[in-house]
T-cell receptor, first 113, second 110 residues
Framework: NAGVTQTPKFQVLKTGQSMTLQCAQDMNHNSMYWYRQDPGMGLRLIYYSASEGTTDKGEVPNGYNVSRLNKREFSLRLESAAPSQTSVYFC????????????FGEGSWLTVV | ELKVEQNPLFLSMQEGKNYTIYCNYSTTSDRLYWYRQDPGKSLESLFVLLSNGAVKQEGRLMASLDTKARLSTLHITAAVHDLSATYFCAVGYTGNQFYFGTGTSLTVIP
């Protein structure tokens, strides 16, 4: 059982380039999330998807787009990367019941130069 | 505005000592989570607290929840080096939304 898998693990982009972070979960959960983690700021929600076919903005959505491709996959796209988007990105998915423990992917380290 | 505040942000403690990390949140919730993160790693679930007065313990860590005070604590007993990590609390809200605190970076010194 892989849980939450995200790729790539590391990426360096030039300002203005675009890229997509991929996330997949094999737990049959409805909800999926994208967070970014910056020093001293904890985790901030970028976008979330409560179910297949729906997406909603979180705290810091500017500069990002998402796609909930199917129940398993939730991708995060940076259309025109900026240095301010240098961060660690985590995909996550909570249990639908039983306390909603959140399962996290391994993280994607993104540097925009 | 939803706010989740942790303190302290940084904690350096000697092995064998006790200490408490605090998590305050601004809006009523009855779901509180504690996570541990090692450097360069993902977040690992420690505790899920689902009701007022809930207390859970695992080894040298004990978490509690007071929903009336909007406060959760993570108590560390007789710290050991292996507990060095960053600890996050997160609050759950309607619609399966979760808001995280800023984290407490704990260093246990031999």
């Amino acid at each position: 059982n892989a849980g939450v898998t995200q790729t790539p693990k590391f990426q360096v982009l030039k300002t203005g380039q675009s890229m997509t972070l991929q996330c997949a979960q094999d737990m049959n959960h409805n909800s999926m999330y994208w967070y970014r983690q910056d020093p001293g700021m904890g985790l901030r929600l970028i976008y979330y998807s409560a179910s297949e076919g729906t997406t909603d903005k979180g705290e810091v959505p500017n500069g990002y787009n998402v796609s909930r491709l199917n129940k398993r996959e939730f991708s995060l796209r940076l259309e025109s990367a900026a240095p301010s988007q240098t961060s660690v990105y985590f995909c996550a998915s909570p249990q639908p019941s039983g306390g909603n423990t959140i399962y996290f992917g391994e993280g994607s380290w993104l540097t925009v130069v | 505005e939803l706010k989740v505040e942790q303190n302290p942000l940084f904690l350096s403690m000697q092995e064998g000592k006790n200490y408490t990390i605090y998590c305050n949140y601004s809006t009523t919730s009855d779901r509180l989570y504690w996570y541990r993160q090692d450097p360069g790693k993902s977040l690992e679930s420690l505790f899920v607290l689902l009701s007022n007065g809930a207390v859970k313990q695992e080894g040298r860590l004990m978490a509690s929840l007071d929903t009336k005070a909007r406060l959760s604590t993570l108590h560390i007993t007789a710290a050991v080096h292996d507990l060095s990590a960053t600890y996050f609390c997160a609050v759950g809200y309607t619609g399966n939304q979760f808001y995280f605190g800023t984290g407490t970076s704990l260093t246990v010194i031999p």
